[in-house]
T-cell receptor
Framework: DAKTTQPTSMDCAEGRAANLPCNHSTISGNEYVYWYRQIHSQGPQYIIHGLKNNETNEMASLIITEDRKSSTLILPHATLRDTAVYYCIVNSGSARQLTFGSGTQLTVLP | EAGVAQSPRYKIIEKRQSVAFWCNPISGHATLYWYQQILGQGPKLLIQFQNNGVVDDSQLPKDRFSAERLKGVDSTLKIQPAKLEDSAVYLC?????????????FGSGTQLSVL
């Protein structure tokens, strides 16, 4: 599976949009982009995933560039409860396991 | 619906002792995963079960770690004997059928401290 590169940490003001970038320049055609987050002392929580089209659900939006080499997770109106480590993962459709990197620590500031 | 249940929440043992962790996945989920998360790192897969069979245990240190899922529901992960470097959070996750691109549901984990 392709590797991902994420910033180690980011801050965001409460109520503003949080834009979390992820670089996956070696992604192959059958690999999906997944986002999970992990709030302190809890297990990871699924957020969203996509292949090539932009995706939106009740939690977030996922924007994937046309060349698929990078993506951005958008939390439209960040709250203090969104403070967490956010993991960007690429995984082929044939690989059953998810390989987590170190993620981005997002801190939402009041 | 009830989530993935794990126990105990915390465990402190001395090196060379043994320890066991228990996981009850979401009802009806066929696939169960055990991950190890060392402080400051992302979770690392140890073993994956499909019903009561092992799909992947390539990253499980089999000289000291063992896991079972006898009836295809609950699972137990054991460490014997424990080493200092086994200090970590042990996370259990489950998914519905184990097909690619399914979301995983995680428990809150068991935090193990080996002294």
């Amino acid at each position: 599976d392709a590797k991902t590169t994420q910033p180690t940490s980011m801050d965001c003001a409460e109520g503003r949009a949080a834009n979390l970038p992820c670089n996956h320049s070696t992604i192959s055609g059958n690999e999906y982009v997944y986002w999970y987050r992990q709030i302190h002392s809890q297990g990871p929580q699924y957020i969203i995933h996509g292949l090539k089209n932009n995706e939106t659900n009740e939690m977030a939006s996922l924007i994937i560039t046309e060349d698929r080499k990078s993506s951005t997770l958008i939390l439209p109106h960040a709250t203090l409860r969104d403070t967490a480590v956010y993991y960007c993962i690429v995984n082929s459709g044939s690989a059953r396991q998810l390989t987590f990197g170190s993620g981005t620590q997002l801190t939402v500031l009041p | 619906e009830a989530g993935v249940a794990q126990s105990p929440r915390y465990k402190i043992i001395e090196k060379r002792q043994s320890v066991a962790f228990w996981c009850n996945p979401i009802s009806g989920h066929a696939t169960l995963y055990w991950y190890q998360q060392i402080l400051g790192q992302g979770p690392k897969l140890l073993i994956q079960f499909q019903n009561n069979g092992v799909v992947d245990d390539s990253q499980l240190p089999k000289d000291r770690f063992s896991a079972e899922r006898l009836k295809g529901v609950d699972s137990t992960l054991k460490i014997q004997p424990a080493k200092l470097e086994d200090s970590a959070v042990y996370l259990c996750a489950s998914s519905n059928t184990g097909t690619p691109n399914e979301k995983l549901f995680f428990g809150s984990g068991t935090q193990l401290s080996v002294l």
